[in-house]
């Protein structure tokens, strides 16, 4: 019997043994090392760990379980695969250090500009005129593989220069589009308040009319791009009617200052600033005509918040597939991890999820292309992709293992940066109210009256219509937090 005890641990020790045995001249890694060699920022080989590859060599892309790739057009799919190659070529081997250090990879925007994807959408003026579900693919391929340019792309194209197109006078598209469609102009969208986030409707910024223009006063925080964008749309209550109005505010305005939000653990290469508008003088020609109230920020954000459902769907297929490829390189136990059962039901719940998000955006950008989408939809897919993307985040960041918080290895800075995308355009609560609105009747965005209140009474009086009216824009807006 007491042979059994020394057997077993003789064993044990055989395995420790195997990892601890150089590896063989034809393992993976050794390929790796003598082709690449170098720091984990290149070649994907990182020599204090060469049990697996880093994210600087993006794996390749084995997500489409159900072949969705045949929901695409032909052009659809050559986009898609443009921008994968661009991402996993040029971002992959260099975001994490710019993710590590909070900075905004800035000698990449030629080559990204390159990519011909600004002003997805827009006709004309320079923009490509993407059909949405081709701009979904390319919010997918770009988050995919970084997160943070994923939404500098879409602040700069899908809010700053959307608001343009679609509520901008002629002379302005002319001016702006041609020049942000090539980066050589970079936007931002100025919404979200420190007093006001998911209550964005009721934002406090003014607009006084002034001789030759207007003069704008407040504050605006999460504004991304902020702090070096060369456009600012900026949304404050014009004093003269009480309604929401937008301005076109240019970089270096007297009256503007910038500072960076600091220590964020999300999107940390996006450069998140607060901005302070302070009598800053701006002219009649810088006002959107276009816009008249804040209902008006609908037109925007109908298309926008499509692209922010689609951004969970890009970032958990980077996550899924990291990990498919470590679990087939990492060893435990004398074997792949791929091999465990434990393993392959996480690899499993998570491929399938993916599915599910992949076609809730799909089906979301085709009723919008049908002219049938309505913003409760839009909110309900945008609030159900975000929870469903923390979910397959997180267990991805499990089958790493301690890699898993490691941000070259990708999933740690994913797991990160998905808390972001929870919150923003409309945080997961305001968005399933909007959802639980349209279908209960009842709106549940403002706490309960007390009893014997005025404004409890039944829904009549001025003090019942104001409210009737905010719900209406919580509803459309649904707490437009700014990126």
């Avoid at 057997?7 to 890694?29: F, I, K, S, T, W």
């Avoid at 002629?170 to 041609?178: A, D, G, R, V």
């Avoid at 970089?251 to 901005?275: E, F, H, W, Y």
């Avoid at 970032?315 to 136990?333: I, L, T």
Wanted: with cysteine; net charge positive; hydrophobic share 40%.
């Amino acid at each position: 019997m007491a042979s059994e005890p020394i057997a077993a641990a003789q064993g044990r020790l055989g395995v420790l043994a195997q990892h601890l045995a150089p590896p063989e001249a034809g393992d993976l890694l050794v390929q790796q090392l003598t082709a690449g060699g170098g720091s984990h920022s290149r070649g994907g080989y990182d020599p204090t760990f060469p049990q697996a590859t880093t994210s600087a060599a993006f794996p390749p892309a084995v997500f489409d379980l159900l072949a969705l790739d045949g929901l695409l057009s032909p052009e659809e799919r050559a986009l898609r695969d443009r921008v994968r190659a661009y991402m996993e070529t040029h971002v992959a081997p260099v975001i994490a250090d710019y993710w590590e250090k909070a900075e905004f990879p800035h000698p990449l925007v030629p080559s990204f500009a390159a990519l011909g994807l600004a002003g997805g959408p827009i006709k004309g003026y320079g923009c490509p005129g993407l059909s949405i579900l081709a701009n979904g693919m390319a919010v997918v391929e770009v988050g995919r593989v970084d997160a943070s340019c994923s939404t500098f792309l879409l602040v700069h194209s899908h809010l700053a220069m959307l608001t343009i197109a679609l509520l901008g006078s002629e002379e302005q598209k002319q001016e702006l589009l041609p020049r942000m469609a090539k980066f050589e102009l970079v936007g931002c969208w100025a919404l979200t308040e420190p007093s006001n986030g998911s209550d964005a409707s009721a934002l406090t910024s003014t607009a006084t009319k002034v001789p030759g223009g207007w003069m704008l006063n407040g504050y605006k925080r999460w504004i991304g791009n902020g702090t070096w964008a060369d456009v600012c749309i900026m949304w404050a209550r014009n004093n003269q009617d009480g309604q929401v109005n937008a301005f076109i505010v240019r970089k270096g305005n007297p009256g503007l200052r910038t500072s960076k939000i600091q220590n964020k653990i999300a999107l940390r290469c996006v450069q998140n600033a607060d901005m302070e508008f302070s009598q800053c003088f701006v002219p009649d020609s810088a006002r959107l005509p276009g816009v008249s109230n804040f209902n008006d920020t609908n037109k925007v954000l109908a298309i926008s918040r499509i692209m922010v459902a689609w951004q969970p769907v890009g970032f958990c297929a980077g996550v899924y597939d990291m990990a498919v490829r470590y679990c087939s390189e990492r060893k435990q136990f004398g074997s792949a991890l791929g091999g465990f059962q434990l393993v392959q039901e996480r690899l499993a719940r998570m491929g399938g999820t993916i599915q599910a998000m992949w076609l809730a955006c799909w089906r979301l950008s085709k009723l919008y292309e049908e002219g049938r989408m309505t913003h409760e939809q839009a909110s309900l897919v945008k609030a159900w992709t975000s929870a469903r993307g923390r979910e397959v985040v997180a267990l991805g960041r499990e089958l790493l293992g301690g890699n898993g918080i490691l941000s070259h290895f990708h999933v740690a800075k994913a797991f990160c940066d998905i808390e972001a995308i929870y919150t923003y355009e409309g945080t997961y609560d305001v968005n399933v109210l909007v959802a639980g609105r349209r279908i209960t009747g009842a709106a549940a965005f403002r706490a309960p009256a007390k009893a014997g209140s005025s404004s409890a009474a039944a829904g009549t009086g001025a003090g019942a219509k104001g409210h009737r009216e905010g719900d209406k824009e919580q509803q459309q807006g649904a707490g437009s937090r700014a990126k």
